[in-house]
């Protein structure tokens, strides 16, 4: 396999909260999905191979849509499968689980599609902007560090809703543009007179616009893959004691761990682009109008494929 940065696209945590697949849902003139806007933005940015994960229980409705959609575009694309089986030798799926083990999880799972080359992370109902996959691409394609790794952030103020809460992680950087941390805040919301998070319903403390928060767009070498593979015994070995049916092997926790000790490193990019998704259904018109604004500039073809 070649070493060229490769896009791995996570798709298998399709529920049911949104009222149906979100990941597959219409969004362009054509019936394309967000997906469909993110493999071609990537492609325009120098990618060429794209791993999707999904889970066998969505394939066939997958492929009758945004796969059937994405045969015709020029990217290579590979499935991968995150099953709640693909479990280390000498560990079982607790009973009564049906939750994925998380993004941690997926990547491992994603990991042979992927081979010896450096990947970045995307969610699949996520449009990040054509900026952040050129700036990541550019980073992974440059970049000769086995443990230099990078994200993609955005200002806060285009990353929220007008339709309720969101829950978003506020970064924490060095005087060279390292990440230091990542703290989650799962509620905050706009207001008046700005934007304002809480943590336990009651006291509000403001937020600044140009805030960057971490979108979940990620860069990452070969060297993660074999870390994110070697610590998961461990966090099976807590999770399943202490919270078998619904502890989940994250993404920034395995980051985390990686920076404290010392490791790695995670160089914070941005990107000056709108971050659109739907999380709740009244932001589909947003995300609708936009992309149709975008297309009407000349920024994407119709149909995209």
């Keep these: 396999m070649s070493n060229a940065p490769v896009l791995v696209v996570l798709a298998a945590g399709m529920g049911s909260r949104y009222g149906g697949l979100k990941q597959i849902d219409p969004v ?33 409705d997958f492929m009758a849509t945004v796969g059937k959609r994405l045969a015709k575009s020029p990217m290579e694309i590979r499935y991968a499968y995150q099953e709640l089986s693909k479990l280390p030798e000498g560990y079982a799926v607790p009973e009564g689980r049906v939750k994925p083990f998380g993004t941690g999880h997926a990547v491992i799972c994603a990991g042979e599609e992927v081979g010896d ?119 099976l070995d807590k999770a399943l004691k202490e919270n078998p049916l619904k502890g989940e092997y994250f993404l920034p926790s395995i980051v985390q761990q990686l920076l404290s000790e010392g490791k790695a490193t995670m160089k914070v990019l941005t990107s000056p682009d709108q971050w659109y998704g739907v999380t709740y259904a009244a932001d589909k018109p947003v995300v609708v109008k936009a992309l149709a604004d975008m297309a009407k500039e000349g920024l994407y073809p119709q149909p995209l494929f």
Excluded at 45 to 51: E, L
Excluded at 127 to 144: D, R
Aim: with cysteine.
């Design 117 to 235: 080359a450096p990947f970045a992370v995307i969610n699949a109902d996520d449009y990040y902007g054509k900026a952040a996959f050129k700036t990541i691409f550019e980073f992974l394609s440059g970049s000769h560090d086995p443990y230099g790794y990078c994200m993609v952030g955005y200002r806060l103020d285009k990353t929220v809703t007008e339709n309720g809460s969101v829950a978003r992680g506020v970064c924490a950087t060095d005087e060279t543009g390292n990440l230091l941390g990542i703290t989650e805040r799962t509620r905050i919301e706009k207001y008046d007179g700005g934007i304002h998070f809480t943590e336990d319903g009651q006291n509000w403390q403001d937020l600044a616009p140009d805030t960057i928060v971490s979108m979940n767009l990620m860069g990452f070498q070969p060297s993660f893959l074999r870390e994110a593979k070697s610590r998961f015994p461990a966090f």
């Design 28 to 60: 362009g003139s054509h019936g394309e999905a967000i997906l469909d806007y993110s493999i071609f933005d990537a492609y325009e940015a120098g990618f060429r191979t794209a791993v999707i994960l999904i889970k066998e229980a969505i394939r066939e």
